[in-house]
């Protein structure tokens, strides 16, 4: 096996992690501000592939301009979701919290079936089929601006958690609600703004997925189950965590078709996963007493 | 007053009753035979379910505005849809619902030969008569008696392939020596898969990489450079959904592996294939299929009328066999003269149909053996050529000749 073989898996997981994280990091906003476990956070990011697919095709807008703005109207339609069913639901029955958003993600996923039918809807760009090559490796550039552009919204994340007060205020609703309200923080309010945020983030991935795979009603039952992965194995509730847990699974898939059939790709990722869960229960970055 | 309207209400309801009785003894002309199809309306094969749907609408307007079963007083034909999902599991269930609470007389299925393998196993217990043209052989393989494939299979496809290429290869100066193949591992690549490990050493081809995967395939890179590593004449492509199609063919063009590429199934030549990949990456590409559009005149009038009721500019075997199927289903009841299911069956085995529409479509007669299978279904191959999928292959039906890639 040679060097640049390697090298080229190791940046084709970089790569994908780069797109895992921003999913995964809006799954585990949501959970660790409202303790709500969102089964259709995949379904958003569906809706944002097919709004940057309408409003590329219909207007030729590129759809990494389109990010940041599909990304706000998603925000707006976790609001309705916040809002309107979730505050519905007794807080801390996970029971009907589950299976409200699960119900939630086949109305999504059936509507856009109504809506767009079944046939792949795919964006092509100038950087779509095209590659760049340094030193012999090949990155797709939609890829590549997928994972950068992905990567500057988590910079913008985490500053907004660590030096807005809004970001402070979420942050420490998610450590204590009861202490937030009592020092004058509006627990509701910082609930919805999380879901927000959260829906949001899945829109902008949405959008910058879209320049390298066809939008499909369907497409998010690809993603679900590696969001759960990355938020578990980075400690749910953890930001940080989630994100470096995404780089984890992009890597642990890219680098074990190196060793294994590539039918065993995804064997290899339940194998890690289970391995670093026997050796920290409560993922790399969660907090003992939370799990 | 009281005894009156009790007498009115007894005459009323009497009246009803014989009304009733009279139109179930009306019963013998029936005027709907529900037929059934299975395909994936949703999830990532849903476009080839569609397409699927399509087909079969058009055979059952035409057969109905043609004056339905005959033999039946003229009943006309009403399709009964069922979505097999994503999966086997949902494909079961899918057909126990269909097969189970629906009198059908017989049904179409499935698209993926994982799905069609799963819902024959009900359609044999249920001894409902299934067409196929999924190309798993394991489905005509069995010894099941419901089971019918009037296109052909992985065998009968890579055998003929393998036979073509090699000798459009000696007329071009070339030799076929070596092999890949890559593809996921669901059951038509499965079976495509073992045809080819049995049939090309064989024919004195060395297969020299093989890799399979479980789909979506996350990153077509690494396939692409140990292809290129292989550097082998010819590349069988299995990946049957849309992103692996489309993303492992951009990653041999990236990799500048500019082979011999043969896949198998209709997922690479669809209009939106076309879309995502662009005319100059595709060209050449070729694509084995069960039924195609031929150069016979009922295929070419079909043709035009799909066109102008979708819009699209081709199709692929997902229309034409399901339009062919639905006309085979139309013989079998006219000839069984009944729309039970096991005589429907029997109709079927015996049948010999010799004239379009299923012809112009099967680009053969029709027959099929004791195991369900129409022995004389040749293989098509189609191929990409200036931006339009066109059939190769066999060359009595072809509409052009195989074009070597530069």
Not at chain 2, 87 to 114: P, Y
Not at chain 2, 277 to 287: I, K, P
Request: net charge positive; hydrophobic share 50%.
């Amino acid at each position: 096996m040679s060097l640049t073989t390697i090298l080229q898996a190791i940046v084709g997981g970089l790569l994908l992690g780069g797109i895992y994280a921003l999913l995964a990091a809006g799954l585990t906003l949501i959970f660790g501000v409202m303790r709500v476990i969102n089964f259709a956070q995949a379904e958003f990011m569906m809706l944002g592939m097919f709004a940057g697919y309408v409003i590329t095709t219909g207007l030729g807008i590129d759809p990494l301009l389109l990010a940041l703005p599909i990304g706000g109207a998603l925000a707006l339609l976790g609001m309705v979701m916040a809002q309107g069913l979730l505050e519905r639901v007794p807080r801390g029955d996970h029971n009907a919290q589950l299976i409200l958003t699960l119900g939630v993600s086949l109305v999504l996923q059936n509507l856009a079936l109504v809506v767009f039918g079944p046939t792949p809807r795919p964006v092509v760009r100038p950087y779509t089929n095209s590659y760049w090559t340094p030193f012999e490796l090949f990155i797709n550039e939609a890829r590549l601006f997928a994972c950068l552009a992905s990567l500057v919204i988590m910079i913008a994340l985490y500053l907004f958690l660590t030096r807005t007060w809004t970001g402070r205020a979420m942050r420490a609703t998610a450590d204590d609600p009861v202490a937030a309200g009592g020092v004058g923080i509006n627990v509701r309010r910082t609930h919805v703004l999380a879901f927000m945020v959260g829906t949001g983030l899945a829109g902008v991935a949405g959008t910058l997925i879209v320049t390298f795979m066809a939008a499909a009603p369907s497409i998010g039952n690809d993603f679900i189950i590696i969001m759960f992965l990355a938020i578990v194995l980075g400690g749910l509730g953890s930001v940080a965590g989630a994100t470096f847990g995404a780089f984890v699974v992009g890597l642990v898939q890219s680098i074990s078709g190196l060793l294994l059939p590539l039918q065993l790709q995804n064997v290899m990722l339940f194998v890690v996963f289970v391995l670093i869960l026997l050796v920290r229960p409560q993922g790399l970055f969660g907090l003992r007493q939370r799990v | 007053m009281a005894a009156v309207s009790v007498r009115v209400c007894r005459t009323l309801l009497a009246g009803m009753t014989s009304m009733f009785a009279v139109g179930l003894s009306g019963a013998g002309a029936q005027t709907t035979i529900d037929i059934g199809l299975m395909g994936p309306f949703s999830g990532p094969w849903a476009e080839h379910g569609q397409l699927m749907r399509i087909g079969a609408e058009m055979a059952i307007e035409d057969i109905n505005k043609q004056g339905g079963i005959k033999s039946l007083g003229g009943a006309k034909l009403n399709l009964v849809v069922a979505d097999t999902g994503p999966s086997i599991e949902t494909t079961t269930n899918a057909a126990q619902r269909l097969l189970s609470q629906r009198g059908l007389s017989a049904f179409m299925c499935c698209f993926l030969s994982s799905f069609s393998l799963a819902a024959s196993e009900i359609g044999e217990r249920q001894q409902v008569p299934m067409l196929t043209f999924s190309y798993s052989d394991e489905l005509v393989r069995r010894g099941y008696k419901y089971i019918f494939r009037d296109s052909s299979g992985a065998d009968i496809q890579v055998r003929a392939a393998i036979k073509l290429l090699q000798g459009q290869a000696a007329a071009n100066g070339r030799k076929i020596e070596s092999a890949a193949l890559i593809g996921d591992n669901t059951g038509a690549t499965v079976s495509y898969f073992k045809s080819l490990n049995e049939v090309l050493p064989q024919n004195s081809v060395k297969i020299v990489l093989n890799r399979v995967w479980t789909p979506p395939l996350t990153d077509a890179i690494p396939v692409a450079l140990a292809l290129r590593d292989a550097n082998p004449d010819i590349i069988f492509l299995g990946a049957t959904t849309f992103d692996d199609s489309v993303a492992i063919v951009r990653g041999l063009n990236a990799a500048r592996v500019k082979k011999l590429m043969l896949g198998n199934g209709a997922q690479y030549i669809t209009p939106e294939y076309l879309q995502a990949m662009g005319a100059a990456q595709v060209e050449g590409l070729m694509t084995t299929q069960g039924t195609a559009i031929t150069k016979d005149t009922y295929a070419a009038d079909f043709l035009k009328r799909f066109r102008e009721r979708t819009k699209t500019s081709w199709t692929v075997h997902d229309t034409t066999s399901v339009y062919s199927e639905s006309w085979i289903i139309k013989e079998a009841l006219e000839k069984a003269a009944s729309t039970d299911p096991k005589k429907v069956r029997d109709a079927i085995s015996s049948l010999h149909i010799t004239t379009p529409p299923p012809t112009a479509f099967n680009g053969s007669e029709i027959k099929f053996d004791v195991n369900g299978q129409n022995t004389l279904a040749p293989p098509f191959i189609v191929q990409w050529q200036n931006g339009l999928p066109v059939l190769v292959t066999p060359a009595e039906v072809a509409v052009a000749p195989l074009k070597w890639p530069s």
